[in-house]
């Protein structure tokens, strides 16, 4: 028999994780199922540009992982039992030896009253859509306002606001919007908003969404016919169901090699994991997190079922790429934890330099045999059970 790994989630993490796998382990050996809702691979850092109106390339997983050895299965998971090692596709049941979880994130509402009536978000591809559709409804002189002021903020307000020059775009945030970046980014920042002729509220809590607009802390009301939401992700509730060790928020605790640190059957990745990197800090949820983590998560899973040494790093950042439309964007340097530094490149530079990140991203997925590594090994114990045993351990 052999060794069954199932990877739940076909984002940025978890196809990079089967791709690996598929690379890394012999066919004979192991079976790779890789379990995802949405037929396609969804380019999650792109739905501001899809609710803004860009048609996306279609990426059906089945075609992207033909001949590699990956079963794709299309299905939403409802359950998954870490001590039975099952996972419930809504009615049938997935039995696992190790266990990949990738699931990523949603939106956050943080529970403001009226925002989950009201707003729209730009957290998966539905939610793009549906904003897509009421976007297209506004007539010119509409008002649209962001609620938010960190990357998918500044991205979704000005992707709409170049797409739809007729609209009036505001945004708002509780702090300054933009506030974290380098006072060069920040001033480049500033200037693309007057270009684009979007409003700013900085300093604003919004404590109510409402039809036509939000209600402020201060009493005040911002009216807009179109709100939306980019004020955080958060994870799906799946992790949290089960006997995993989860933080406050359900994302599940992994130790360096993203393996859990109740159950050593389990790995998690992206943006349902919490993970540490550089200097000791919290990983964020993003891309540029996601893929070393699964790199790594790959990696050992392999060491570990061929016998070799787990290898044994420790993740870090390196830039924070903001775009602001598709002529414009900031990428700023960061240290290794995510301090900001200095040395910023803006303008068109900086806006290829993000399209040539965010198009390499899904290239890598949507061709996972054509990276390294590619020599398969031998698990280090033939045999169904012995492997088993050795995983658990
Ligand atoms: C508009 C926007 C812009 C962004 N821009 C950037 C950026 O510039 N840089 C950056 O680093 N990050 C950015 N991010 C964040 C980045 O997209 C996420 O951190 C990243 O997608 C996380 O990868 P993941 O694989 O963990 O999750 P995802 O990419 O969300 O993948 C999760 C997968 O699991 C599937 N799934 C979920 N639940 C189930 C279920 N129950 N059953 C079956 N399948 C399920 C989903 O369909 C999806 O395919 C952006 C996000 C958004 C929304």
């Not at 802390?217 to 799906?236: L, P, S």
């Not at 290829?352 to 090994?377: F, Q, Y």
Request: proline share 4%; charged share 25%; glycine share 10%.
């Amino acid at each position: 028999m052999k060794h069954r790994i199932v990877v739940l989630g076909a984002g940025y993490a978890g196809a990079v994780v089967a791709g690996r796998l598929a690379k890394r382990l012999h066919r004979d050996d192991v079976e790779i199922t890789l379990v995802n809702g949405d037929p396609e691979f969804v380019e999650r850092v792109r739905m501001h540009q899809l609710a803004s109106g860009q048609d996306l390339r279609p990426r059906p997983l089945r075609d992207i992982f033909a001949g590699t050895g990956v079963r794709v299965r299309i299905a939403w998971v409802t359950a998954v039992d870490v001590e039975g090692k099952t996972v419930d596709l809504g009615g049938e049941t997935l039995a696992y030896d190790t266990l990949v979880y990738a699931l990523g994130s949603v939106n956050a509402d943080h529970g403001v009253p009226g925002a989950a009536e009201h707003a729209y978000n730009v957290a998966g591809k539905q939610a793009a859509l549906r904003l897509r559709a009421r976007l297209s409804e506004v007539r010119p002189g509409g008002t649209v306002l962001i609620v938010g002021g960190g990357l998918t903020g500044i991205e979704t307000a000005t992707e709409i606001a170049e797409a739809r020059p007729d609209l009036k775009v505001a945004i708002a945030a509780r702090e300054r919007v933009g506030g974290w970046l380098s006072d060069k980014a920040q001033r480049h920042l500033r200037r693309a908003f007057d270009r684009l002729g979007i409003t700013v509220h900085d300093d604003v809590d919004v404590t109510r969404v409402e039809a036509d607009g939000v209600v402020t802390g201060a009493g005040g009301k911002i009216e807009a016919q179109v709100t939306v939401w980019t004020a955080g992700f958060t994870v799906r509730p799946i992790a949290a169901a089960t006997t995993l060790e989860v933080t406050d928020t359900g994302r599940i605790v992994v130790d360096a090699g993203m393996r859990s640190v109740s159950h050593p059957d389990v790995y998690a990745v992206g943006d349902a994991a919490f993970a540490m990197g550089a200097g000791g800090k919290p990983l964020r949820m993003a891309c540029a997190t996601a893929n070393p983590m699964a790199w790594l998560a790959a990696d050992v899973i392999a060491a570990r079922l061929t016998g070799r040494k787990a290898p044994e790093t420790t993740i870090g950042y390196a830039l924070q790429c903001v775009s602001i439309g598709r002529r414009d964007g900031i990428i700023q340097r960061v240290t290794p934890d995510d301090q900001v530094t200095p040395t910023v490149f803006t303008g068109r530079t900086a806006a290829r330099i993000k399209e040539m990140i965010c198009a390499g991203a899904a290239w890598g997925i949507s061709h996972p045999t054509m990276l390294r590594p590619s020599r398969r090994r031998r698990l280090a114990v033939a045999g169904a059970a012995e492997t088993r045993s050795l995983t658990r351990s």
